[in-house]
């Protein structure tokens, strides 16, 4: 009977480690803290969400974006700095023990915070670009558009007939999310969907955490395929 109760609480141990390995998250890289002090070009609120906001003339768009799972959301302060400077309000919304799954109506929130703002796109980064693409699938009356950053929507929710703008972007060497999926994903979106490969990009380089275990390693440096994603999405919010 000892022997039993060995090996169950055992069980329970190896589960709860297991647990908060997978809830570690990856947090962001020197390079991306130094994006979050603001400066003459943008503006940085830190409260419920990270609010990246140019510091001239704001344009009537916004962008709300979903970080990764098990990513923090400083991680794509980068990113989110390099569209404001162009005009555009970015949210950046942190997510329940960092799983946009347990937050996908969060940018509800943020819409009506942010009345100012017209046209709204969503967008995310694997799972959070498959949450946002789900909130899209629930709520395309509010967004004019989605970006999906090496992620697809889920077959159930299906956005191929929604009056909806998409940019799906993906690198080539992504180990995490497959090209295969990002190929079927088609069926799911609509057929103008934008779609822009990233030649030697990974799944780890569209944000600033480091490198993500199960990865590929990429074949150009970060800041490269970070330039080209901020390209892709200044041309599709334009």
Known sequence: MKHKYKIILLVLIIIIISGVWYLRPYGPMVEAESYLEGDEEVNIEVNEWLTFRPSGEETPSGFIFYPGAR????AYAPL???I????YKVVVVP?????????VNRAGEVIDEYGEITDWVIGGHSLGGAMAARFAYNNYQKLTGLILLASYPAQNNDLS??????????????GITSLIK???SKDYLPEDTQWVEIKGGNHSQFGWYGFQD???EAQISRKKQQALVVDAVSNFLK
Not at 71 to 74: N, T
């Open 71 to 74: 990513v923090q959301p400083e």
């Open 80 to 82: 989110a700095y390099e």
């Open 84 to 87: 404001a400077k162009l005009g």
């Open 95 to 103: 997510m329940p023990l960092n799983l946009a799954v347990l937050g």
């Open 161 to 174: 007939n929604k009056d909806l703008q998409v940019l799906s972007i993906y690198g080539d060497k992504d």
């Open 182 to 184: 990002i190929n079927d």
């Open 214 to 216: 199960g990865d590929n």
